[in-house]
């Protein structure tokens, strides 16, 4: 009986001790590390973040903590890791987050916000054609957090106007959103400055703003100010000297 027992031990520990050497083999060694949803930031960023290499066994890879390091990217919201054991592959999906603006800070300082009004990152220039932010005050930031203002109908405002530019294809048009003035809030794109008033009506005054592009020749290059606080039929536009 006793014999028998040993055997089934010494069983049991062969059994353990050959799975042991075929966990940390190189078989379960990563092959390859594919990335996919990156935009803003680069593949080089998200490996560099991600303490992987060909010496890493994929079997037992953390990839909680490679998604803490990679979030440390503020433009990164996410990533899903995916393991393929058999071709040793590791895929990474990223959701990134967009940016949708540019808050002035002080003179020749912006805030780099997304369309949620989260600060990625401040800088003392702009890179993008985006909408800059005029007008809105706020008492702190926090880089990674949403921009604390105590105006909360000017902070819906921006973020509002900034997802339906982007929506409809102004985001690289429009020089700023200015809410100094919220009943009044003016939008500049070109030469041309809208008067939008505030929230309501939102999309159909984004949307009337393209229309009124389209119709006007060299839409770009003319000078002039349209009152879209009202939705009407037909508007005016007054040409500027």
Known sequence: MQSRKFKIAATMCV???????IMFSPI???????????NTVSSTDIRERLGADSTTNLLFFNTNAARSRIMENLYISDAVFTRDM????????????RLAAYV?????????????????????????????????????????EILEVPDTTAFNIVTLYA?????????????????????????????????????RDADLKVRTIVGILDAVPEAELARGFVDLREIKLEYIFEILT
Do not use: C, M, W
């Open 104 to 144: 002035e800070h002080t003179p020749g300082s912006f805030l780099y916000i997304d369309e949620d009004g989260r600060v990625l990152e401040i800088r003392h220039f702009t890179t993008n054609p985006l909408p800059t932010v005029k007008g809105l005050n706020f008492t702190r930031f926090v880089l990674g």
């Open 86 to 97: 058999v071709g040793r592959r590791l895929y990474i999906q990223v959701r990134e987050r």
């Open 28 to 38: 379960f060694y990563l092959n390859e590390i594919i990335i996919s949803g990156e």
């Open 15 to 21: 059994i353990a001790f050959t799975a042991v050497l």
């Open 163 to 199: 997802q339906l530019i982007y929506r409809h294809g102004l985001y690289d048009r429009v020089t700023y959103i200015n809410v100094a003035d919220t009943d009044n809030t003016r939008i500049l794109v070109g030469y041309i400055e809208f008067n939008v008033g505030g929230i």
